[in-house]
């Protein structure tokens, strides 16, 4: 096994630690450091399910880069009343599988829904227990959003083909998935909270913000500093403001609380240097909004 002298970018370090993946952070390094993942198991002494896991966690969280890919909607099958009927009659697979899936809606299902669950079974190629999941993930996250209705055949399919492109088809790709977006909802809770943003939804706009953000990967007490910068100069809240400090936080490499304090402090240092335009990108940025107003 191969040992080098690794640099780790403040980003990658804060997306492990949200991730809380002791595995996930152990095999990072061990490829960083050059290291074939065929080996990854034996060299550090973890069961070939761990990687698994560590690897499908690397995956969502953008540490791993792997060629996505993309099913054009025109190109998808449109199975048949007849197809749906032969399925219900002679495939054991698809006959359990509705069953699981009309108790997890709570509902029986029509001609054109059975389609589409045709359609995650013979185009996708998802196994029955990665859609029990999926449908589960789906409807919590309906629950999270404040609906009391499970989520239509049509929402689930849509998250269906996003998992498909995602190369998510087994239960250690989809686990990983689902604790990297609880890792994520959490935090953006905190951002919403941090913003002062309660009893509501963020816009889709909003989300747009604050999703940037956190894949910029930032710590969470980086957001209270740019919060308090942001309605110190600007006598309020602007998305807008808030995100230039951050994209030039993000240009800058500073991604932690102590990085920010520490450019603030040295203004001999390059941090610093990127902190003194950063200023002045403030300052340009009240007087457009000045004008504008």
Not at 145 to 168: C, D, F, Q, V
Not at 244 to 267: C, F, S
Request: net charge neutral; proline share 3%; glycine share 8%.
């Amino acid at each position: 096994m191969r040992i080098e002298s690794v640099h780790l970018d403040a980003a990658d370090v804060s997306k492990l630690l949200g991730a809380a993946s002791a595995d996930g952070a152990l095999l990072y390094i061990y490829l960083k450091s050059g290291n074939p993942l065929c080996d990854a198991g034996k060299a550090l002494n973890i069961p070939q399910s761990r990687i698994g896991c560590a690897m499908a966690t690397l995956r969502q969280l953008g540490l791993w880069q792997e060629e996505k890919q993309h099913i054009p909607a025109g190109e998808r099958p449109v199975y048949s009343e007849r197809d749906v009927l032969e399925a219900d009659s002679s495939d054991s697979e698809f006959k359990s599988l509705r069953g699981e899936v009309e108790r997890l809606l709570g509902r029986n299902m029509n001609t054109e829904e059975l389609k589409i669950l045709l359609g995650f079974i013979r185009y996708l190629g998802l196994p029955g227990d990665v859609i029990s999941v999926l449908i589960c993930y789906c409807k919590d996250r309906a629950r999270q959003r404040g609906s009391l209705r499970n989520p239509s055949l049509r929402t689930i399919e849509k998250e269906a083909y996003a998992w498909a492109e995602r190369g998510i088809d087994n239960l250690e790709e989809a686990a990983a998935f689902i604790q990297t977006q609880n890792v994520r909802n959490s935090r953006m809770k905190r951002l919403q909270n941090t913003l002062q943003i309660r009893g509501r939804n963020l816009t889709a706009a909003e989300e747009r913000y604050a999703s940037g953000w956190l894949e910029m990967g930032f710590e969470d007490e980086v957001f209270s500093i740019a919060y308090e910068r942001t309605c110190l100069n600007t006598g309020g809240f602007n998305w807008a403001y808030m995100n230039r400090i951050l994209q030039r936080w993000h240009e800058a490499g500073l991604h932690t609380a102590e990085a920010i304090r520490t450019g603030d402090r040295k203004p001999g240092t390059a941090p610093a240097k990127g902190q003194r335009q950063l200023d002045a990108e403030e300052q340009a940025a009240i007087q457009r909004m000045m004008r504008e107003g």
